[in-house]
């Protein structure tokens, strides 16, 4: 896709800035303490900006790793040219270990059985595999229970010393970084620590320990490591009100998600718009329609309450989104056929952005850009060395 509009992009599209994305990764490899190396979170098609233009973006602005959680994620990468490192981190036992071994991906062990998934398709690949040894410190999904670490641990440098493995990684996930002072945070710090020491006296000498996500990367240098694990903040979101804003942070959003709208007409008082009447007009009013609804990642959860730019007004939505479309009610002002609908972007022309449509439907920025669907077109700007990807 280039950044020409392609074919079907005129109903509704989502422009991706590479350029800010190059910058949010910039802005973010700024912060770093320690000589820490930066990890370019790229899973979930980039939170929905499209894997592969903005990992090569991601690459060229300075990114060390790319981190993905499928599989499928990796080796598209690798499918299309990128050869540095990477690590995938969501396996199950039927997983493609074979292939991803042979493509050089890191890949990422909680257990005896995918430790030993990984030595079986080491030896299988007769090459040695890259893993990365993850403990739970408190999150509670992936990761090895503190109890069973040191168990894991020998298994796995028992691995290195047959030449199945090398472990390359350690590491763990915050719980509630994005709450700065929240408890949780010095005591997963302090688990970490003791299951860093548990794998030294093992013999373990990994390349890289990695602990902060987003939010720690913004506000815990202390928790930075080797490796920084960057998510949405690469694609210029804050991870957290609490955290600050993505103005505040010096992050800017990489999406805009614009409509062209799909009929304008004049209704009289009383008329009902959408499914169930929930909104009834006050009076004689002008609705437009806009051609995206939650078929397209338009939250339901947010009829009523999600903002767009319509006729150059914040409007919000009218009665509830349907799965295709949605109206606003302009009141008083004009618009016609054809004439354009931001429903987010960076908000450098008064639309809403990404976490506006957070609040009004009760959720997170990272769902917002990621929830848009597949029949959205993407249309990357910025392409390095190119007019397009």
């Known amino acids: 896709m280039n950044e020409h ?22 802005s973010l490899r700024g912060r770093l303490t320690g000589g820490a190396g930066l990890m370019a979170v790229v899973k979930a098609d980039a939170y929905g900006h499209g894997l592969v233009p903005c990992a090569r973006a991601a690459r060229e602005a300075g990114a060390d790793w790319l981190g993905v959680a499928t599989p499928g ?18 396996w199950t036992p039927d997983a493609p270990w074979l292939r991803a071994i042979e493509a050089d991906v890191d890949v990422s062990v909680s257990a005896p059985w995918d430790l030993a998934a990984a030595v079986a398709a080491a030896r299988e690949a007769g090459r040695t595999a890259r893993v990365h040894l993850k403990i739970d410190t408190g999150l509670g999904r992936s990761g090895c229970p503190p109890r069973e670490w040191p168990g894991l641990v020998a298994a796995a440098r028992a691995a290195e010393t047959s030449g199945a493995i090398t472990v390359t990684g350690l ?9 700065p002072g929240h408890p949780s945070i010095a005591a997963q710090r302090a688990v970490f620590e003791d299951a860093l020491a548990v794998a030294a006296r093992a013999g373990l000498d990994p ?19 080797d490796l920084v694990r960057t998510g949405i903040s690469v694609y210029g979101l804050s991870p957290s009100p609490d955290v600050g804003s993505a103005a505040d942070l010096g992050l800017r959003p990489v999406m805009t998600l614009r409509a062209a709208l799909a009929g304008v007409k004049r209704v009289p008082g009383g008329h009902g718009v959408s499914y169930g009447h929930e909104y009834l007009t006050p009076g004689e009013t002008t609705l437009a329609l806009v051609p995206a609804g939650y078929a397209d990642g338009i939250p339901r959860h947010a009829s009523g309450s999600g903002p767009v730019l319509v006729a150059g007004k914040w409007r919000t939505v009218t009665g509830r989104v349907a799965m295709d479309q949605f109206v606003v009610d302009l009141g008083g002002d004009t618009a016609e056929a054809g ?5 987010f972007g960076p908000g450098d022309r008064g639309e809403p952005t990404a976490e506006d449509w957070a ?19 993407r249309v990357h700007h910025g392409v390095s060395g190119a007019t397009g990807t």
Do not use: Q
């Not at 994620?73 to 969501?90: I, S, V």
């Open 5 to 26: 509009s392609p074919e079907g992009s005129g109903r509704l599209r989502a422009d991706i800035d590479l350029t800010a994305l190059r910058a949010n990764v910039r």
């Open 73 to 90: 994620e990796a080796l598209a990468l690798r499918a299309a040219g990128d050869r540095g490192r990477l690590l995938c981190w969501l």
């Open 171 to 179: 590491w763990s996930h915050f719980a509630c970084a994005d709450e």
């Open 207 to 225: 390349e890289v320990r990695h602990f902060a996500n987003s939010p720690a990367t913004l506000t815990l240098p202390e928790a930075h490591y």
């Open 339 to 343: 004439d354009e609908a931001i429903l």
């Open 359 to 377: 609040r009004a439907a009760g959720t997170i920025g990272y769902e917002i850009v990621t929830r848009i669907g597949s029949r959205v077109p």
